[in-house]
């Protein structure tokens, strides 16, 4: 069995040589750098390890909005009055919408004055007779409308004597002369106007054998 040096070397009295005694390990307080770090001026290891002559990296400033539209294509003559057109046109438009609106908010207002213009002349002056047994037809709004009259009232409407106006749905047997005044208040509130010196083709109901039966079903 072969014996090591180190054992022969132990054996002949020569003594190991000592271990050098560790350091303990310093651990930096919560918060600081390494001991490292602090030793090279708190510096990261990252910035020693660049060269002294390299500047540090800045980031590249984005140009902002004043440098973009200064590097755009500048507007030519023909853009711009092309945009000034738009521009009077979408004025021009808007000015006819309001003034458009503005006179249809006073002509319902004119409407409603005069209607109750209306109500207030005809208050009370309305002929139609409960116990009226003729039908009278006449054309209004694109329809075929009636009223109940007399036999005497039939007679006097036919000859223009007495005239027909509508108000909230429903028809009013009135002098001749009260429909006049009434159509120079409010002309659509007419709903019969009948001319004697008409032909029997402007007004065919005025005719007794053109006369509808009651019980007919529009």
Same mark, same amino acid.
Request: no cysteine.
């Given at each position: 069995?072969?014996?090591?040096?180190?054992?022969?070397?132990l054996?002949?009295?020569?003594?190991?040589?000592?271990?050098?005694?560790?350091k303990?390990e310093?651990?930096?307080?919560?918060?600081?750098?390494?001991?490292?770090?602090?030793?090279?001026?708190?510096?990261?290891?990252?910035?020693e390890?660049?060269?002294?002559?390299?500047?540090?990296?800045?980031?590249?400033?984005?140009?902002?909005?004043?440098?973009?539209?200064?590097?755009?294509?500048?507007?030519?003559?023909?853009?711009?009055?092309?945009?000034?057109?738009?521009?009077?046109?979408?004025?021009?438009?808007?000015?006819?919408?309001?003034?458009?609106?503005?006179?249809?908010?006073?002509?319902?207002?004119?409407?409603?004055? /005069?209607? #109750?213009?209306? *109500?207030?002349?005809? &208050?009370? !002056?309305?002929?139609?007779? +409960?116990? $009226? =047994?003729?039908?009278?037809?006449?054309?209004?709004?694109?329809?075929?409308?009636?009223?109940h009259?007399?036999?005497?009232?039939?007679?006097?409407?036919?000859?223009?004597?007495?005239?027909?106006?509508?108000?909230?749905?429903?028809?009013?047997?009135?002098?001749?002369?009260?429909?006049?005044? /009434?159509? #120079?208040?409010? *002309?659509?509130?007419? &709903?019969? !106007?009948?001319?004697?010196? +008409?032909? $029997? =083709?402007?007004?065919?109901?005025?005719?007794?054998?053109?006369?509808?039966?009651?019980?007919?079903?529009?």
């Amino acid at each position: 069995m072969t014996i090591s040096l180190r054992d022969q070397l132990l054996g002949l009295g020569y003594k190991p040589a000592p271990k050098p005694e560790r350091k303990p390990e310093h651990k930096p307080a919560p918060g600081k750098p390494p001991l490292a770090e602090q030793r090279r001026g708190g510096k990261p290891a990252h910035a020693e390890n660049r060269p002294r002559n390299q500047a540090p990296h800045k980031p590249v400033p984005r140009a902002n909005d004043a440098q973009k539209r200064s590097q755009q294509k500048p507007r030519t003559r023909e853009d711009i009055d092309l945009a000034k057109a738009y521009a009077i046109r979408a004025q021009r438009e808007k000015d006819e919408r309001i003034e458009a609106e503005r006179l249809k908010q006073e002509e319902a207002r004119k409407r409603r004055e /005069a209607k #109750a213009a209306l *109500a207030e002349l005809i &208050a009370g !002056k309305g002929l139609n007779a +409960a116990d $009226a =047994e003729h039908v009278r037809h006449f054309e209004y709004g694109g329809k075929i409308k009636r009223i109940h009259v007399t036999a005497d009232q039939l007679k006097a409407l036919n000859a223009g004597e007495l005239g027909v106006l509508q108000q909230d749905g429903r028809y009013l047997l009135v002098s001749a002369e009260l429909l006049a005044q /009434a159509e #120079a208040i409010f *002309a659509p509130a007419v &709903a019969l !106007k009948v001319d004697p010196n +008409a032909t $029997a =083709e402007a007004d065919p109901y005025a005719d007794p054998q053109y006369q509808v039966p009651d019980d007919l079903v529009w």
